[in-house]
């Protein structure tokens, strides 16, 4: 099945300690996104990808990063996570126009 | 004012009861609306996809559109455990999912 695909499902890291978390899709779609989602909240947009053009919400901290090598993959690093990233990171794919579909997420831990 | 509320919950209901879930919005240009459902500790899976005002009916599920009162609703039929889960609404001027709001969701409860 087609399908978008996040690993791991579980990271528990260190204060400070840099931290990727990966996404796949079998989609072929051309938009992904990196989503955070923190208890009871709304998932908030951190960046996304149109193919390969990077787009960067304005109030996305600079401690959060992002690599898509190709069409298929893409990455989030946090380079120094602190105890206030510990959050639901969601992958998401669309088309360029519609619906969003997302992955299972990572929960991240900051110990 | 936010721009898009949603009761937070959580909402218990029996098995078998009719549910209503609910957003309200404030920006008028929204067009695009849509509802997720959100397991523990899963990603959200899209249940409902409709475009300006009006119904749309898919099994159990019924979305309704409101915009003269800037108001959705998502209804569920025949409620079952497997139903429990937080609703997400999310809604966008012009469809391009970057522009997508999202609601903080509300937390269902279906007591077999």
């Known amino acids: 099945d087609a399908m978008v695909i996040q690993n791991p499902r579980y990271q528990v890291t260190q204060f400070g300690k840099p931290v990727t978390l990966s996404c796949s899709q079998t989609?072929?779609?051309?938009?992904m996104y990196w989503y955070q989602q923190k208890s009871s909240q709304a998932p908030k947009l951190l960046f996304h990808?149109?193919?390969?053009?990077?787009?960067n919400e304005a109030d996305t901290p600079d401690n959060f990063q992002s690599r898509r090598p190709n069409t298929s993959f893409c990455f989030l690093d946090i380079r120094s996570p602190g105890l206030g990233d510990a959050a639901m990171y969601l992958c998401?794919?669309?088309?360029?126009?519609?619906?969003?579909?997302f992955g299972s997420g990572t929960q991240l831990s900051v110990l | 004012q936010k721009e898009v509320e949603q009761d937070p919950g959580p909402l218990s209901v029996p098995e078998g009861a009719i549910v209503s879930l609910n957003c309200t919005y404030s920006?008028?240009?929204?067009?695009?609306f849509m509802w997720y459902r959100q397991y523990s500790r899963k990603g959200p899976e899209l249940l409902m996809y409709?475009?300006?005002?009006g119904n749309k009916e898919d099994g159990r599920f019924t979305a309704q559109v409101d915009k003269s009162s800037k108001y959705i609703s998502l209804f569920i039929r025949d409620s079952q455990p497997s139903d429990s889960a937080t609703y997400l609404c999310?809604?966008?001027?012009?469809?391009?999912?970057?522009?997508?709001?999202f609601g903080p969701g509300t937390r269902l409860s279906v007591l077999p």
């Open positions: 409709t475009y300006s005002s």
């Open positions: 989609l072929n779609h051309n938009v």
């Open positions: 990808y149109y193919d390969k053009d990077f787009n």
């Open positions: 998401a794919t669309s088309s360029v126009l519609g619906k969003l579909f």
């Open positions: 999310a809604m966008s001027e012009d469809n391009y999912g970057q522009n997508f709001v």
């Open positions: 920006n008028s240009a929204f067009q695009y």
